[in-house]
């Protein structure tokens, strides 16, 4: 009977333990051969504290008074610019009508690098009457570096009648330069037009 009492109360003892842990922070233990213990958090060993959250006042806000504004004062505004008129001068100041008509005679030259430099020549000195023959070898000239120089020099001159052939070479010529070329020289022309 003494040993079914012992039994029962440590048995009791073990019921209550968990209530008796949390109410006043003290433990029973029971010895069973090795040390048994009951922690009542799930971090065995040591104690979890909550960290508590710090409350901080913001710092006040000030507000400054905004200062008057002056009155605005209204300017006329500016006279607009006059507006430049592009006219084609026939012949530059720089160029001679022999140095001209060397130019178009080197249109006909059987070397490329000849026709494409008297084309690019005719387009710096904005020579009117080369616009149909540069036209005709932007078209038809079998060499990509002289197609190009004549888009170019059609660029420089600013003929709106070189559009047309402008804007063919810009979309069905084979080479790429020539292409790009002749869109650039185009979109030029086109910006300089009158609105």
């Known amino acids: 009977m003494k040993f079914l009492k012992r039994h029962v109360l440590a048995l009791l003892a073990l019921l209550c333990l968990p209530w008796a842990a949390q109410a006043g922070g003290w433990s029973v233990g029971v010895r069973l051969g090795f040390p048994v213990y009951y922690h009542p958090y799930p971090y065995y060993g040591y104690y979890y504290y909550?960290?508590?959250?710090?409350?901080?006042?913001?710092?006040?806000?000030?507000?400054?008074?905004?200062?008057?504004?002056?009155p605005v004062t209204t300017y006329p505004a500016?006279?607009?610019?006059?507006?430049?008129?592009?006219?084609?001068?026939?012949?530059?100041?720089?160029?001679?009508?022999a140095q001209i008509d060397e130019a178009f005679r080197q249109l006909a030259s059987a070397d490329e690098h000849a026709r494409a430099g008297a084309?690019?020549?005719?387009?710096?000195?904005?020579?009117?009457r080369a616009v149909e023959p540069?036209?005709?070898?932007?078209?038809?000239?079998?060499?990509?570096?002289?197609?190009?120089?004549?888009?170019?020099?059609?660029?420089?001159?600013?003929?709106?009648?070189?559009?047309?052939?402008?804007q063919r070479a810009a979309?069905?010529?084979?080479?790429?330069?020539?292409?790009?070329?002749?869109q650039f020289a185009a979109e030029v022309i086109r910006s300089n037009l009158p609105r």
């Open 119 to 128: 084309m690019v020549q005719l387009g710096r000195w904005k020579v009117q």
């Open 50 to 70: 909550r960290p508590y959250p710090v409350y901080v006042t913001p710092p006040p806000v000030v507000v400054q008074q905004v200062p008057a504004a002056e």
């Open 171 to 182: 979309q069905a010529d084979d080479d790429r330069e020539v292409r790009h070329s002749a």
């Open 134 to 166: 540069i036209s005709q070898a932007l078209s038809s000239d079998r060499s990509p570096s002289v197609r190009e120089a004549a888009a170019r020099a059609l660029g420089l001159i600013g003929s709106p009648t070189a559009l047309p052939a402008l």
């Open 78 to 97: 500016p006279a607009p610019a006059p507006v430049a008129t592009t006219t084609a001068i026939p012949v530059s100041s720089g160029a001679s009508s």
